[in-house]
């Protein structure tokens, strides 16, 4: 079981693709969240997502064993890696999470759209965000059986 959660820090005014916010992953190992850390570990939110959908879909996609993710704009970091049952998510305290490649692209793919309700139609990170999430959904949709998004 894993999920994923990515929020806009309050207080920033109108909502821009450049809004900082963090980055939550949890899984049956414990949790990276970029909230509440010293340094500070908030994010440029919009930008880090889509820098890990496309990133993550390469990874999925291809052979590659390892891929280490730092979001935008912080020292905040995730590792994944193939493992003989699927892949593993690791957080500087070690790993967090085991899971099959389609539930970690469902549960990130679930949170990014989440994520994508918030930020305008006509900011300019909008266009480089909808095709991250179009390109990352048929990794979604090709696992699961019947229906898809």
Known sequence: MITVQFTVRPGQGD??????GDMSV???????????????QGMMIYLSVTQLLDSLRAFLSGNGKTLTFTG??????LVFRRVKDGISVAFKDGVIARTASDELASAVLGAAESLSLTLPPGDPAASDYADALAAFRPLVSRHEHGGGH
Not at 15 to 20: Q, R, T, Y
Not at 72 to 77: E, G
């Open 15 to 20: 909502p821009s693709g450049f809004d900082l």
């Open 26 to 40: 949890t899984g049956g190992l414990g949790t990276a969240d970029s909230a509440g850390r010293t340094p500070d």
């Open 72 to 77: 935008v704009d912080t020292s905040f970091s």
